[in-house]
């Protein structure tokens, strides 16, 4: 790795060190849902190894984060005209969901904007 690369690493397996924490997630519990073993993933969090492209995805999802996050571009996210994000936590939340319940919630918040005329 150039240097350049290096940091890069560096502080995106820092951003993903402190995702796992925020969400009480151990090493061992990531690389088990990357099927990588604990080594491995402890390699990427401190930016010794790269992070497979092939991994982005199923990473972003078991961090529960975007992708463009994970990668370290956050413009996108902090536009001022974006939900907020506790708002945006639950939108994520419900779209983990079964469809059924997804469709309650749905007719639930129909309901509340329709009695506010909406």
Known sequence: MNPDENQYFKAMGRRVAQRRNELGLT??????????????????EVGNRRIPVSLI????????IETD???????K??????PAP????????????P???????????EAVLAQQGR
């Open 86 to 97: 506790k708002f945006q936590q639950h939108l994520e939340r419900i779209s983990e969901l």
């Open 77 to 82: 996210t902090r536009s001022k005209r974006g």
């Open 57 to 64: 995805p199923t990473l972003s999802r078991a961090l529960k």
């Open 27 to 44: 090493q061992v519990q990531l690389a088990e849902a990357l099927k990588v073993a604990q080594q491995t993933y402890a390699c990427y």
């Open 69 to 75: 996050v994970l990668l370290g571009d956050t413009a």
């Open 99 to 109: 469809k059924p319940k997804q469709r309650m919630v749905l007719e639930v918040l």
